[in-house]
């Protein structure tokens, strides 16, 4: 099971001094992914419903200060700054970018890591965001993605790139570099919902959920449960071996404070280190094959100590 955290691609500590140092720690400690999330502008106003706040506001890292790294620019700086972590989009907002850019990015930093890059993906959720950068109209967000994914994996795969869809075509051109990855990068789904479940069962090569999604909540060790199995349900629907399709998971801040209970059950990897690793087990069992924490603390040394708390605390105690 790989076991990392997600990197500040925004607000103060995305300087590539501190970055780079928190890759390098973690790498030391024992992590073995990291990830980056999307965004390539801010609108001034944001009206969007956030799906991760319980009353669905959203707090800007430009807010903080400092600047916000595009992500996949990122993940070439990481490439060379790391030796051995898998590198993930931790979502890559695909309407963003055109799918042969896009799948361009992705293999060339696939080439410059020796092959560790993962491209967690979803549809994306602030609408502002979406004419300024040219994306295709917000309201087709989900069928643009699907159709950009099958792009990814022709470009990737194909020695005569050929594809006709509804929002993009291509063809009559050669693409390389192929990634390193046989069978292409591979691709996490992100997202909670049915219609992102179903996605990841029929287009991903994993689920890649978030466990604090008021809307559809898998921050209990049954709700993920049972999330878990709906989404292989929707796999053999879509005519898939259920195994085929890997298990992950993006869980909260894990701390060493008192459990946080939610319905008389207590919130997952909450309560200190042994719930944790209890935690990490049960979800073992899940078949998870990727568990990624929030350490970031707004303060570099505070996020340190986080992640060192995690690495002596619980690394040791569990099966990788």
Not at 267 to 287: N, Q, S, W, Y
Request: charged residues 20%; neutral net charge; proline residues 8%.
């Amino acid at each position: 099971m790989d076991l990392g955290f997600g990197l500040p691609n925004g607000g103060p500590l995305a300087t590539p001094e501190t970055i780079a140092q928190l890759a390098r720690r973690g790498e030391e400690l024992g992590f073995s992914i990291f990830a980056v999330s999307d965004h390539i502008i801010f609108p001034a106003d944001i009206n969007s419903r956030y799906p991760y706040s319980p009353d669905g506001s959203y707090s800007n890292p430009q807010n903080e200060g400092g600047a916000v790294l595009e992500p996949l620019a990122l993940l070439g700086f990481l490439a060379n700054a790391t030796r051995t972590a898998k590198l993930l989009t931790s979502v890559l907002v695909v309407p963003y970018r055109h799918p042969v850019l896009a799948a361009k990015l992705l293999s060339t930093v696939d080439v410059l890591s020796n092959g560790r890059v993962i491209a967690g993906i979803g549809t994306g959720w602030m609408a502002e965001e979406f004419p300024p950068v040219g994306a295709p109209p917000f309201e087709a967000r989900g069928t643009v993605t699907d159709e950009y994914i099958a792009v990814y994996r022709e470009l990737w795969s194909s020695a005569k790139p050929n594809y006709r869809g509804k929002h993009i075509e291509v063809g009559g051109i050669l693409f390389e570099p192929k990634p390193v990855q046989k069978g292409g990068i591979p691709i996490w789904v992100g997202g909670e919902s049915a219609p992102a479940m179903r996605r990841a069962a029929r287009l991903g090569d994993a689920w890649y959920p978030i466990g604090c999604n008021p809307r559809h909540p898998l921050d209990t060790l049954e709700r993920f449960t049972a999330g878990v199995t709906t989404v292989r349900q929707f796999a053999e629907q879509a005519k898939r071996d259920p195994a085929s399709l890997k298990i992950t998971y993006w869980s909260v801040v894990p701390g060493e404070g008192k459990p946080v209970m939610i319905d008389g059950s207590r919130m997952l990897f909450t309560g200190g280190a042994e719930p944790v690793i209890a935690d990490i087990e049960a979800f073992r069992r899940l078949g998870v094959t990727a568990l990624l924490f929030n350490f970031y603390r707004g303060d570099l040394q505070k996020t340190l100590n986080a992640m060192s708390w995690f690495a002596s605390e619980v690394l040791p105690k569990v099966k990788r």
